[in-house]
Structures are given as C-alpha cells and as structure tokens.
C-alpha cells in the first residue's frame, strides 16, 4: 500500500484493517505478504468508486476461493460509514461505492496539504541519476536537443516529487573528432576576426555564424599568436576555449528552458582520469572483457561497417552474456577507445554515486541500446550490486508553421535554434508541448497551432482552467465572497465528480514516477481541465449552477472552495513540469 496520505491510502489502510480482523477470526492465515493489494479506480465508473484485488491476491495462498474470501472482507468493509455498498464483481474483485463525505474530505486533504498534495514517498531514501540533453558541444542548442531536454528534466522533476533523490546530469561528449572539426571551426573565425577574409566555409566545417563571437574572443585573448601557427600548436588550446564557450552557450539555451544540471561530466577528462581503463582492468578481472577478433556483422560489406568493426584483435566486451546479439569492442586497433568503451567507463563512475540511472536519448541511438545495458548489467551485477538501468528514446520534432515545414534558419547554418523558439512563443508553451505526446512518437511543432485559443491546444486549455479559477476568485472577492470549506456538503453530483477525478492526482503522480513517463502529468491535467470547463460551462445555461451566487453565500463559498482546490492540483501538476499557471489571460 502506497504512504502517500490520500484516500486511496485511506481506504487502502481499512482494507488492511478488515484482512487483520480476518486473520484475528482464523478465517484468513497469518502473515501472508498483502504488497501487492491495491486500491485504485474501477476500470468502468459505473461499477463504483473504489475497487480493490485483496481477495484475487491473498485467495490462493490463503487456499480460498476467491469469491467467498471476497464476500467476507466486503462484509467487514460494508460496516464502514464511509462506504455505502461493498459489490463483488467476476472472479472476485470488490467494488466500493463510498459516502459523499469521504470525497469531500479528500477536498480538505487538498487545502491542508496545498503545494504538497499528490507529493510521495515511494522513492524515498532512492538515489537516481538522470542524463539527458548530453548533446555535443559544437553549437547551440536545437530543437533536436528540446524534446529529450524538456523530457528529462520534468523526469527529474517527477521522481522528486515522488520522494526520490535526483541528480541531473549533462555527459559533455569532448573527446571525440567533432571537438578537433569545431577547433578548426573555431581557428577559421579567428583568422576572420583579424582580418583575413575566409570567404565561405570549407566542407567538413562547422558553418554557423554562432563561431563569430568565438573566433573574436580568441582574436582577444591570443592576439596575432595562432595566426599563422602550424594546427598542432592551437589544436588543444583552442579545443578547450571552443568547447568552453560553446558550453556557456548551451547553458543558456537551457536556462531559457528553465533547465539547470547539477553535472557537467566530461568525457575528456573522464578519459584523463583513466577511468575506461578502470573499467577495462575490472572487467578483465572479471572475465567480461577478452581479446578477440570482432566477427563482421552478416550481409555488410566493410565500407558499410563504419571504423568499429577491424578484422583485427581487439578487446571485446562479452555483452552477450546480457542479451546483446554480439560483443562488442571497447578500443580500436590504434589504442583509442571506441565511444561504446568510453560510454561503458562513463556509466561505470555514474553507478558508483546511485541507485539507478536514467538515460533519455534521442531515437537516433536506439542500435546502441543493448549494449550499454549490457555494460551496466554486467559492471553493477559483478560488483554485486545491481543498478536499475533505463533508457528513453526520443524522437525528433518537426517544426512547421500553419502545416508547412519550417525553412532553416540562417544565424546557425544548419538548424533552427532552441533559442529562436523560446523566444517566439515562451518556455511554457515548449515545454508543455513537449510533453503533450509519447516521447517515442513522432512530433510536430506548429508554431500557430501551440499559441491557439482553443481546446485542441492543451497548453491554452490548462493555463486557461487556472487562469479561469483565478478569476473566480477575484470575482468572488470582490463581492465580497471567500473559499470555505464549512457547508461542502451543499455540493451536489457534478461536483463530487469533479473531485473525484481531483483525487486521482497522488496515484498518477505514483504511476508516471513508476513508469518514468511525466507525460502522464500533462494528459491528466488536460483531463482536469476539461472536466473543469465541462463543469464552468454547465453555468451558461443553468444560472444554480454558477460559482458566484450573491443570494447563496454558503453555496457560493463552497464552489469556490472547490475551484481553489481544482487550482491547487493544475499548480501541482504545471510545477512538475516545469511550467507556470498563469493568473490571466
């Protein structure tokens, strides 16, 4: 049973309640394990409120059918004041239909608990790191970066509310050849800088005029010292002042986002500190790494094999021994490491701080999938702690305007920026939108349909609920009327509906932090929104059914109680994801 003090905990506890006072009869055995009864929604609302498993779950090691071991703890559960029918359903489940009372004390449970409500404590004491974004620092951010970008930092976000310790991480992938191509990049705008005229960019070069100020800063700092100078002396020099600034770019973008990592990880200095030949040295000592020849791939020629596979010796991985379909080399015949040895080192000094990792990557990577779960099985199993390992795959976005795809932007040569679009139509609205799919589905981004007044537009629809509530409540006050909770059994049907789907927010919290899936949090506050208009508009034709109700101040009080509450949890919800609940609109 979840500790989160809801009502389906509540209700969770006298299920509990009724199986002790079961076993205290005899007509249930002592000590049977109950974690896996549960409390949650009926599949049908028409069948109830509540509807519990306990009897599927306990029936067979209580040695019970599980019909008549139903009947008994429906018959303790029916005694309840707060429940007004105990049902039994097919092969024994327990439907629950429970007293108005009990829902609008769960609307109280939200004023009092307020930013809290829905905040659990099944991580607790769980230690996990998150990687996203981890793009390679040759350039600003894009909207290639965003998707992963907003999905792992509302991950983050959401396992913290669901009472886990998160770190944010960002890999800085600096050791690789395209740190050499945006140094040379780099050394091409530094000439620019003092004077020379570079005419268009060489293939192979990175084009976009974001290099311009890079190349001055160096034109600053150096002087005429690398103008002439033979690549050898400057590579590394500029290398590291090109990836330096490029990084402070990047940060921004992100800020613009609202994201902020607690580490920036090098792979260059993970590599100076020799942690791959750490990881090596273990796995070698623990009979995973040998030396091999790599055997080719079947139906592939060379050329189509790319520079990972040699028919050479090499040191290979057994990550078949994990579910891989082949090992796989963790250095290249010249001594360099491959970026599957290098990654694997990577995850190896990640394991060492956490209780499970999370990596969100772009679909693009999907081949590489198994053999870093490989890596990770076989390093946290073998030092006989074995990591929960997770990998999200993103898939890219499509940016169109009014249906037609967007023309590339000039400032970056090559891509529409991150930057370009927070800018165009607010962090909100990208990160909400974001989140308004399956990571895993395809996406497109129109700019007019995201900034659209309608209720096919999900980022309108819940910044509308909230902004909507809150006007409400300037109304209400300025006619001298207040939230309270003293007559909310003046609530009829159409509002307890609406608190019960309210009440729903805890268990979704826990289901999307289980799933790592905080698209969850946007579809459930699109539905407590829609419900929340459905509710609003029952007033345009029904005047009893407005909030403000200057000849009812009880009723009046209570409606309003009940949209603060409402308000409570899109706040909740938007906070998780990053995003603000507007006052107006």
């Known amino acids: ?227 002439d100078a033979p690549e050898a002396e400057w590579l590394a020099t500029f290398r590291a002042q090109a990836v330096a600034m490029m990084m402070e770019l990047i940060k921004a973008d992100l800020a613009l986002l609202g994201i902020h990592h607690d580490v920036f990880a090098s792979e260059a200095a993970l590599q100076a500190a020799g942690m791959p030949e750490q990881a090596e040295a273990w796995l070698r000592q623990h009979g995973l790494v040998y030396d091999g020849i790599l055997e080719a791939p079947k139906g592939k020629t060379p050329e189509e094999l790319g520079s990972d596979w040699e028919p050479v010796e090499l040191p290979l991985f057994r990550s078949t021994r994990f579910g891989d379909d082949q090992d796989r080399p963790i250095r290249k015949s010249d001594g360099s490491w491959t970026y599957f040895g290098a990654d694997l080192a990577y995850h190896f000094q990640k394991a060492e701080k956490a209780d499970a990792l999370i990596d969100i990557w772009g679909a693009d990577h999907a081949g590489t999938v198994k053999r870093i779960r490989a890596a990770v099985a076989a390093l946290t199993e073998g030092a006989g702690r074995p990591i929960p390992f997770d990998v999200k795959l993103v898939q890219m976005v499509q940016l169109m305007r009014g249906g037609e795809p967007v023309k590339m932007s000039k400032r970056s040569g090559t891509f529409v920026t991150l930057a370009d679009v927070v800018r165009e139509v607010g962090k909100d609205v990208v990160r909400f939108t974001m989140l308004t799919r399956k990571p895993e589905a395809q996406m497109d981004f129109d700019f007019a349909h995201v900034v659209e007044a309608s209720k096919d537009n999900p980022v309108f629809y819940v910044q509308y609920a909230h902004a909507r509530i809150r006007s409400t409540m300037r ?39 289980t799933a790592r899936e905080p698209h969850r949090i946007a579809f459930y506050l699109y539905d407590l929104a829609a419900a929340f208009h459905a509710y609003w508009n029952l007033g345009n034709d029904r005047p009893d059914k407005r909030f403000i109700l200057n000849n009812k101040a009880d009723m009046t009080g209570a409606r309003l109680f009940l949209g603060q509450q409402i308000g409570q949890i899109i706040r909740n919800g938007l906070a998780i994801l990053g995003v603000e609940a507007v006052e107006e609109m």
């Open 475 to 513: 109304k209400g006050a300025a006619e001298g009327h207040a939230p309270s909770g003293d007559r909310l059994d003046l609530l009829g049907d159409e509002e307890l509906e609406l608190v019960k789907l309210a009440a729903q927010f805890p268990r979704v919290v826990e289901a999307a932090a």
């Open 1 to 227: 049973m979840s500790e989160t003090q809801t009502i389906y905990a509540a209700f969770g506890r006298k299920v509990d309640a009724a199986l002790d006072a079961l076993e205290q009869e005899g007509a249930l055995p002592a000590g049977i394990a109950r974690r896996n009864v549960a409390v949650e929604p009926p599949r049908d609302p028409a069948h109830g409120d509540l509807a519990t498993n306990a009897a599927m779950v306990l029936a067979k090691e209580a040695k019970a059918n599980p019909r008549e071991l139903a009947g008994q703890i429906a018959a303790r559960l029916a005694g309840d004041p707060a429940i007004t029918a105990a049902e039994i359903a097919g092969p024994g489940f327990i439907n629950l239909r429970l007293a108005p009372a009990a829902w609008l004390a769960e609307l109280a449970t939200i004023a009092a608990q307020g930013a809290d409500y829905g905040r659990s404590r099944m991580g607790e004491g769980q230690r996990v790191n998150v990687e996203y974004v981890s793009a390679n620092p040759t350039g600003p951010m894009h909207m290639g970066h965003c998707r992963g970008a907003v999905v792992g930092d509302a991950l983050a976000s959401l396992l913290e509310f669901a009472g886990h310790k998160v770190t944010r991480e960002y890999y800085i992938n600096d050791a690789g050849g395209q740190v050499d191509v945006l140094a040379r990049s780099a050394h091409l705008r530094y000439r620019e800088a003092l004077g020379e005229t570079i005419g268009e960019i060489p293939e192979g070069l990175y084009p976009g005029d974001y290099l311009v100020p890079v190349g001055q800063a160096l034109a600053e700092k150096f002087g005429r010292q690398y103008l």
